[in-house]
């Protein structure tokens, strides 16, 4: 493809050179090694390194291009940038279309591969025709892991984090934890796939288990994995709360890649035989059998044949998880002749328009056509609730990550995650059931050798792009911009929420919403919609306030908008038991200040509307994040701490990233 180098690049050389000169390393040493900018790679201690692709999405896109405009350079800096448009894909007003016109002029203007609508779901799309191994890929969504599939380094991080680097500056981050993950036995019985293995660690591990670790898989199960199935479960690994996850580089990698027609972008990444790991897991591939998440947290996992009987509304297959060409062509194979339960509607998704095209080639469309599927445009679509809502109380089956209440666009659905094929069979029945238990036949067609290779709805960037206008339509309101963090908060509890509280909490997605992500204004009203309707009405009214909240805080995804429109409605503070990665940055990212008790009880003696008092704010950032939180109502005294970096401490007393870069460019 025209643009992107073929040509060796640095980056290559001085990974080949650090896997000479440095023995016993694992895969994601090897990497960061070769793109370090400074630090040293131990664990927890903090890192930045060089970033060589980022990728955005339309629904954090907008932002992320606002904030790169308002840093004032002419050029994106990174190897590569591409913006996609697979989100805000229901164009029922001028919103989206008109966010899809800014993010198409923004992207030639500077310097960015344009993704059309229609082009496919990011993750899938860039590992197509994008992903290379040994690199390192920042996308502005949580599941840009995807990438880990290829053997790349993938980290998801709000849209501020993307302009940044999209700026030329490097990623920090503390050296995470790396989780070698022994995969033994294959995966080679009918009806458990790849999406099993995911689930299993999900239940093994929960969705907060992953927090500060990377995930890297190994063992003599990694070769009976193919490179779509690798991608399932570094997608899915984003519900570990995982930082990341990755495969190594071997032949089946070259396989996928020669068949997408980039063999050249192929070279092989291994660990050293005596590489050290901070823990090991193993998963045994010839145990596993079909399991499934039960409403309304990918965690909640049980074996599928536990909740056999189970009477099915509504069946989806796709999303960035399972929309591969292998995976259409097993659904095509098992609908085929066949048609889906009455009492039921199924979707599917193809994940992008390579896949569309291809299965419109094979006859799988068509069979699926005939079994009375509803096809969708290769988009995010029911997964982030953008159609397809189920009916009232309804059983949905996706073969998607998340389960969050809500999220599919119906409060009171039953929302269960399983594998493609198991959701399939399910289709045909009615009824959930493990086909594998029935003896039913199902035999996976062999992995593609040649893909349908079409970049026609990837639209490069101009050489010179002078006369590129950068459109904006009305949806698209300037950023608002927090005040330098004060020296003393006081401010009531506006809310007080439980445990694993979800961005999809925060601030809501589906179809009514999500066309508002260029407007801060409008979508603050909707902050904590779903769970507290007047949030928004009473936050506005307290001027300041504060939130308290339990473990894992803010897990899901990298929306920055959950914490920009928190700050917008005046919240100064959240203090939680702990916090999910990617919000707790964003949270620094718009000088909202995130502190965790010292000690977990204290969360009880906190009610909803006391009044918290935190003196010193600022000193204390500065000098080791210890906090002393007062109780106004009772007196009490809570130890809370944040440990920031040097970089998040500037940011913090600047009232945000941008503030702070605004302030060193003066
Ligand atoms: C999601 O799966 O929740 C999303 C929608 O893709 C988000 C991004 C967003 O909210 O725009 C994510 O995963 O980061
Ligand atoms: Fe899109 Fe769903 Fe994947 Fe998020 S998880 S990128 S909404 S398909």
Not at 61 to 72: I, K, S
Not at 231 to 248: D, Q, V
């Amino acid at each position: 493809m025209d643009g992107f180098s073929k040509a060796v690049p640095p980056w290559r050389d001085r990974l080949l050179k650090s896997e000479e000169n440095i023995l016993g390393k694992n895969i994601v040493q090897k990497i960061f090694g070769s793109h370090l900018d400074s630090g040293k790679l131990e664990t927890d201690q903090p890192i930045s390194v060089n970033i060589d692709q980022v990728l955005t999405q339309d629904a954090t896109g907008t932002m992320a291009f606002l904030q790169f405009e308002a840093m004032g350079l002419p050029k994106i800096k990174t190897e590569l940038a591409v913006s996609y448009i697979d989100h805000n894909m229901l164009q029922t007003s001028f919103r989206n279309p008109d966010d899809h016109k800014y993010l198409q002029t923004a992207a030639a203007k500077y310097g960015a591969y344009y993704s059309r609508p229609g082009n496919g779901i990011c993750h899938q799309v860039h590992l197509e025709r994008f992903g290379v191994p040994g690199k390192i890929l920042l996308g502005s969504d949580s599941h840009t892991p995807t990438g880990g599939g290829l053997g790349m380094i993938s980290i998801g991080v709000g849209g501020i984090d993307i302009a940044t680097t999209m700026a030329g500056n490097p990623f920090e981050l503390n050296m995470p934890k790396v989780v070698k993950v022994n995969l033994t036995g294959e995966l080679n019985r009918p009806w458990v796939a790849s999406m099993d293995i995911i689930l299993e660690m999900l239940r093994r591990l929960t969705v907060k288990g992953g927090v500060g670790k990377i995930f890297e898989y190994s063992g003599p199960g990694v070769a009976s994995l193919t490179l779509p199935e690798r991608a399932t479960i570094t997608n899915m690994g984003a519900e570990l709360g995982a930082t990341t996850s990755l495969f190594p580089s071997d032949d089946r990698t070259k396989y996928f890649l020669e068949a997408q027609g980039r063999g050249d972008d192929w070279h092989e990444l291994k660990a050293d035989p005596d590489a050290e790991y901070d823990e090991e897991m193993e998963i045994n591939l010839d145990e596993l059998r079909p399991l499934i998440a039960k409403p309304s947290s990918p965690d909640n996992v049980v074996p599928v044949k536990e909740i056999e009987g189970l009477k099915v509304d509504q069946v989806c297959v796709g999303s960035c998880t399972n929309s591969s060409y292998q995976v259409m062509s097993g659904i095509g194979e098992l609908l085929k002749d066949k048609v889906i339960a009455p009492n039921l509607s199924m979707t599917v998704t193809p994940g992008t328009k390579q896949v569309y095209e291809m299965m419109a080639d094979n006859g799988d469309l068509a069979s699926m056509i005939k079994a009375g599927v509803r096809i969708l445009e290769s988009a995010c679509g029911p997964c982030i609730g953008m159609g397809q809502a189920p009916p009232s109380g309804g059983v949905s089956i996706r073969s998607f990550n998340r389960n969050f209440k809500g999220r599919s666009g119906t409060m009171d659905a039953q929302v269960y995650l399983c594998n493609p094929f198991v959701a399939t069979a399910i289709a045909l029945e009615g009824k959930v059931f493990d086909p594998a238990d029935t003896g039913m036949k199902f035999e996976e067609r062999p992995e593609s050798k040649q893909f349908i290779v079409n970049d026609n709805f990837l639209i490069p960037p101009p050489e010179d792009s002078s006369d590129v206008e950068v459109l904006r339509g009305p949806n698209i309101k300037p950023i608002p911009i927090n005040e330098p963090l004060n020296d003393t908060i006081e401010a009531p509890v506006v809310l007080k929420t439980e445990d694993n509280i979800s961005t999809d909490d925060i601030l809501p997605a589906g179809s009514e919403i999500l066309p508002l992500r260029s407007n801060i204004p409008a979508i603050s009203e909707f902050v904590y919609h779903r769970l507290d309707e007047t949030f928004a009405k009473r936050a506005k009214e307290l001027g300041k306030s504060v939130i308290i909240g339990g473990n894992n805080y803010g897990q899901g995804s990298s929306r920055e908008h959950a914490a920009m429109a928190p700050m917008y409605l005046g919240v100064k503070a959240v203090i939680v038991k702990n916090f999910a990665r990617i919000h707790r940055a964003n949270l620094i990212n718009f000088g909202v200040l995130p502190l965790e008790f010292d000690y977990t009880d204290d969360y009880d003696k906190i009610n909803q509307d006391d009044t918290l008092k935190i003196s010193g704010v600022r000193s204390a950032v500065d000098n080791g994040g210890r906090f002393i939180l007062e109780n106004e109502r009772t007196n009490e005294k809570y130890p809370v701490h944040g440990d920031f970096s040097e970089r998040q401490k500037k940011v913090l007393l600047a009232g945000g990233l941008l503030p702070y870069i605004k302030s060193q460019s003066k």
